[in-house]
């Protein structure tokens, strides 16, 4: 992949390595190693004024492993993960599938690189179903045409949008919403985003950062996140920074601060 381009199921994919990107970034804070000199150039940066990215970059992954397995664990089967990112172990499918191995997990995200490297979130039980989806979440409608090849709408689904929605800020609310008007009842929406209420003046300058190199991002209070879920009913602890909900003694042996969060995180159940 040295000149930028690869090829995945014969479709060919640029991955534009010399602009970064924060899929790419996302998986420096996290210790991997797909990801390329811009990305760890701008890592390096939004990390210069912002030194809580990798903190709450693993904050946010260990969110997304409670709430998927308080959900199973509470009788949902199917899931439905957009902007899943470049797969770092364990997964959401991983999670879901170890507390019902029958578990169904449609994994959704427009970015080239983690189409190269979606079989690795393909390796599921044999009594499950995992699939990847290359799509785009400001198109939820054929988004959700695709994921209704494995999902039964008719069955409730927990659908997970962590850490994407603050790089479509103008779009949102309108694909919340239009995604959440297709969910039946009892579904879950699981939903983290960048918040400014706890680092101001270093949450603005990672912005700035972003903006920079050419990424739209936006931090929302805690009033504005919880607009996300109007209309369902939040799960207890309801709007909280993504390390407080419902920590594990995994998690409080190595405490996250608000501020090394910087998310915030709630789980809202359609009535």
Not at 25 to 39: C, E, I
Not at 66 to 93: M, V
Not at 107 to 121: E, G, K, R, S, T
Not at 259 to 265: F, H, L, N, R
Request: with cysteine.
């Amino acid at each position: 992949m040295t000149d930028g381009t690869a090829r995945s199921d014969d479709v060919e994919v640029n991955l534009d390595i010399h602009l970064a990107h924060s899929a790419r970034m996302y998986d420096y804070y996290l210790g991997g190693t797909t990801n390329f000199p811009a990305d760890r150039e701008a890592a390096g940066r939004a990390l210069a004024v912002f030194p809580y990215a990798r903190s709450a970059a693993r904050a946010n992954r260990a969110f997304m492993r409670r709430s998927t397995r308080l959900l199973a664990e509470a009788g949902i089967r199917q899931f439905l993960d957009i902007g899943t990112g470049i797969p770092t172990s364990p997964n959401l499918h991983e999670v879901a599938q170890s507390v019902s191995p029958d578990a169904k997990v449609v994994y959704a995200d427009n970015d080239p690189i983690v189409l190269l490297h979606a079989q690795a979130l393909l390796r599921g039980t044999e009594q499950g179903v995992t699939a990847y989806v290359q799509a785009d979440v400001r198109e939820p409608g054929a988004l959700l045409d695709s994921a209704r090849e494995v999902l039964d709408f008719t069955r409730p689904i927990a659908l997970s949008m962590n850490a994407l929605l603050h790089f479509v800020p103008s779009e949102a609310h309108r694909i919340t919403e239009g995604l959440k008007e297709q969910l039946p009842g009892g579904s879950a929406l699981v939903i983290s985003h960048l918040t400014q209420d706890f680092a101001a003046e270093e949450t603005e300058r990672l912005i700035q950062v972003y903006t920079a190199a050419g990424t739209a991002v936006a931090a929302l209070t805690r009033g504005e996140f919880g607009e996300f879920f109007t209309g369902w009913d939040l799960m207890a602890p309801g709007v909280v920074a993504t390390q407080r909900w419902h920590p594990t003694p995994e998690d409080e042996a190595e405490p996250v601060t608000d501020a090394e969060a910087s998310c915030y995180g709630a789980v809202a159940i359609r009535p």
